[in-house]
């Protein structure tokens, strides 16, 4: 967890400010930061789908740490980068390093923590990951105040960014080494290398599953980095400033609450607590909702502060329940497949929901908006109900 909370504080330091650095720091335009998030999401898509397999048949931890390896080459690179073949090739290389990874991460927790403990550990990993975009996000914000967002600056803070995952390779790689001497058989009834993705996608609580992955990345995740600032700063008059504090609220209650939370959700049938999150988001964005009728004030800021910690109590309902489900659905030899699957299912959310939220807002105005959002968040709620109905 603490090499995970590097790398992802390596990250944030440079994710918000990449768009902008390929754009106007290296003068490609939007045309070439466009070419690579598409090169990235391409590259991302596919070594997702070959990863799995990879993690199947032999350690996830190896796959983890070829994948965090490349995601240090990829912001090294865009570091030094100086055209648009390197910048591309960079982008390729961040979309083999988060694919891969994310083919692996589920497997390496599944091997490394007891199971009794594995819901727990994967909320931690989702309050480390957050938490170091966070504070990554700060750092990089405060260090670039002081340089007058320079060349010279962004390029170190990417070389930084990079050796930021560095302790994340060595982790994976001790992994390995613990995995290969510690052999696990195969499960029984398993074939050997696991199921097929063709086999997996047959099985109907994994494939709503899946789609309530999708429906969870753009109904709900993606809504509070894309639409939600909207809805705040142009729907409500709130400040940057403030619109960072909602932010900042939302990391904190992550923080403050994953413990006790967590475990209570751990008392719950994993159906159930994937069920109680976007319940959740739906009171959070009716919250939202409730705060635009509200001047300025002390009562609308009681509201946001119920937005941000009730969003933030979903998200731990959803990571202590979804990555337990997709261990037990995919099962153990197949759940590089199974992850690669969700990573895809993810990926075709954070593609679709920031899109259709804003061109929501943008037709139906602020109160409206908030309260769409609410009816994604009970379309969630549909699909997890099915599959708790479905649930074997």
Request: net charge positive; with cysteine.
């Amino acid at each position: 967890m603490a090499g995970l909370l590097a790398s992802s504080a390596g990250i944030g330091l440079v994710f918000p400010l990449t768009s902008i650095f390929i754009s106007d720091q290296l003068g490609l335009g939007g045309a070439g930061a466009s070419s690579y998030f598409v090169a990235m999401a391409v590259a991302g898509c596919a070594a997702a789908v070959i990863g799995g397999p990879r993690a199947d048949r032999g350690s996830p931890a190896a796959v983890g740490a070829v994948g965090t390896f490349s995601l240090v080459l990829a912001y090294a690179l865009l570091g030094a980068a100086r055209g648009m073949a390197p910048v591309t090739a960079s982008g390729v290389l961040a979309g083999i390093g988060y694919g891969l990874q994310y083919a692996a991460i589920t497997g390496v927790v599944n091997v490394l923590v007891p199971t009794a403990l594995q819901r727990r550990a994967f909320v931690l990993r989702h309050v480390m990951t957050n938490v170091g975009m966070g504070a990554g996000a700060t750092c990089g914000g405060l260090l670039l105040a002081g340089a007058a967002r320079s060349t010279g600056a962004l390029r170190q803070m990417y070389e930084a960014g990079a050796a930021g995952s560095v302790p994340l390779v060595l982790v994976f790689l001790a992994a390995h080494r613990m995995h290969h001497a510690r052999p696990a058989g195969p499960s029984p009834g398993s074939p050997p290398g696991g199921d097929s993705y063709r086999a997996l996608v047959r099985s109907r609580p994994l494939v709503l599953l899946l789609l309530g992955q999708a429906l969870f990345a753009a109904a709900g995740f993606t809504q509070i980095e894309a639409t939600v600032p909207l809805l705040l700063h142009h729907g409500m008059g709130i400040g940057l400033t403030g619109v960072s504090m909602v932010t900042a609220g939302n990391a904190f209650a992550l923080l403050l609450l994953q413990h006790p939370v967590g475990a209570r959700c751990e008392q719950l049938a994993e159906s159930t607590a994937l069920m109680a999150a976007p319940l959740l988001w739906c009171a959070a964005f009716g919250a939202g909702a409730l705060a635009t009728a509200f001047d300025p004030g002390a009562v609308r800021t009681a509201l946001l502060a119920a937005f941000a910690t009730l969003f933030a109590l979903g998200e731990i309902a959803y990571s202590s329940a979804f990555f337990p489900l997709l261990v037990r659905l995919s099962g153990p030899a197949s759940l590089g497949r199974g992850s690669a699957l969700s990573s895809l299912a993810w990926s075709a959310g954070t593609a679709a929901g920031p899109p259709a939220g804003i061109a929501v807002v943008t037709m139906t105005g602020t109160t409206a908006g908030w309260l769409a959002l609410a009816a994604g968040a009970m379309a969630i709620c549909g699909t997890t109900l099915l599959l708790r109905r479905r649930e074997p």
